[in-house]
């Protein structure tokens, strides 16, 4: 995969938010030649975890006095707190790096936190600050992401990607930016079969990654626009990535294999329910408070949990005004059953709380598949794998097969 003037093994691993996509599987990718992703989502919560800082009780502190409130518009974030646990977090991780590869941040922008554009530019620039390689803008397009750096001095040679699901998405930002004369270095196209988040309706199903890949490919040809394009969603084997690159891709994006390796960022009981998971229990809903579809297990101890808003402590999802779908549905079941102590709330959840607490599983729809790439040890647990050995199975697999692991001892 030619990125820029860098020739690397055509594997990007995605960015999965709050801690999942973590360090120490970023640098796991870069080791071996491929890209690797870490994720500013939360960031604040990932470097209270990572690196004992205390951001969340500050600001949980400042704003205490508004807990009670169905107002969140005065719960603002620190910038220059969140600027300096960017950069922590970057260089902690950069400064690690060996390999040929490459390191990228994931830029959640449907990430609002009750100050849109001033909150993104922070983030996207303190990262650039920090020496990351990359930055690729995910989780809801925004067309200005660009302009928002172009004063930076790295704006020209840092890599810069957007995560696309359409043609029409593509056009409309290339359209948007063309005053900077700065291209996307690379083109995520995120299919419907992908974790999280989906860039579709609920009619996602109608889809396909491969046609939606096609379609750019062709424009990209037709306009002269050199611009790699990496497939994303579904991309299981080794095999199913070659059949991407045979039709033109540049690499391709995978993820969901990732949960399940040492290195990933998920607890170790959870990673035995993505192995546990059967093809039913995977599910696309709408409780996420962003507005988009998401696709998780629905076992997810997250999902109807009535949890009170923690936006004091977090509030990642507050708009511009201060607003978030998961306050109201929560206010209107209060308001429903007066005097319970606890309520249910099924039609959205309060994505912050559960997501740093892992009670929101997240994943591909392929997930029922990852119990045919281990072992399974006398004790039911299923044996984790390696990063290292996930990456090599998608670098030099073939005939659609997954290679299984070494037998290692089951830990008591």
Request: glycine content about 8%; charged content about 25%.
């Amino acid at each position: 995969m030619q990125m820029g003037r860098q020739e690397l093994v055509p594997i990007m691993i995605g960015g999965m938010g709050v801690d999942i996509s973590s360090a120490d599987l970023a640098l796991e990718a870069a080791r071996l030649g491929g890209v690797g992703h870490i994720s500013d989502a939360m960031i604040k919560t990932v470097t209270d975890r990572r690196y004992k800082t205390k951001y969340v009780k500050a600001k949980q502190a400042q704003y205490q006095y508004n807990v009670a409130s169905t107002d969140k518009s005065a719960v603002k974030f620190d910038l220059g707190g969140l600027a300096e646990a960017t950069r922590m977090h970057v260089e902690k991780t950069m400064t690690r790096k060996q390999g040929s590869g490459q390191i990228f941040i994931n830029c959640m922008e449907k990430l609002t936190m009750n100050a849109p554009k001033e909150t993104l530019s922070v983030r996207l620039n303190s990262a650039l600050d920090a020496g990351i390689d990359g930055i690729t803008l995910a989780a809801g397009l925004h067309l200005g992401s660009f302009a928002l750096m172009e004063g930076h001095p790295r704006f020209r040679d840092a890599k810069l990607g957007i995560i696309v699901s359409s043609l029409r998405a593509l056009q409309l930002f290339l359209k948007k930016n063309s005053r900077l004369n700065r291209l996307p270095d690379y083109v995520v196209v995120e299919g419907p079969l992908a974790g999280g988040h989906l860039g579709f309706g609920m009619d996602w199903a109608k889809y396909d990654l491969a046609t939606i890949v096609a379609e750019i490919l062709q424009y990209l040809k037709q306009e002269s626009l050199d611009i790699p394009v990496i497939p994303a969603g579904g991309i299981f084997t080794g095999s199913d990535a070659v059949r991407f690159l045979e039709m033109g891709a540049a690499g391709v994006q995978v993820a969901t294999r990732f949960t399940v390796t040492k290195e990933c960022g998920l607890p170790d009981d959870i990673k035995q329910e993505y192995f546990k998971a059967n093809e039913d229990d995977i599910e696309v809903n709408e409780i996420s408070p962003t507005g988009y579809p998401m696709r998780m297990i629905k076992s997810s101890p997250g999902i109807g949990d009535g949890i009170r808003p923690n936006c004091e402590a977090y509030g990642y999802l507050l708009d511009a005004n201060g607003k978030c779908a998961y306050i109201e549905a929560y206010n209107r079941e209060v308001a429903a059953h007066p005097g319970e102590r606890k309520v249910k709330v099924w039609d959205k959840t309060c994505l912050c709380t559960h997501m740093r607490n892992f009670d929101i599983w997240t994943c591909g729809q392929l997930t029922w598949r990852l119990k045919d790439t281990t072992l399974r040890h006398d004790d039911g647990n299923y044996q984790l794998l390696s990063a290292e050995h996930v990456f090599k199975d998608y670098q030099f697999s073939t005939d659609n097969k997954v290679q299984l692991p070494e037998l290692e001892a089951a830990i008591a």
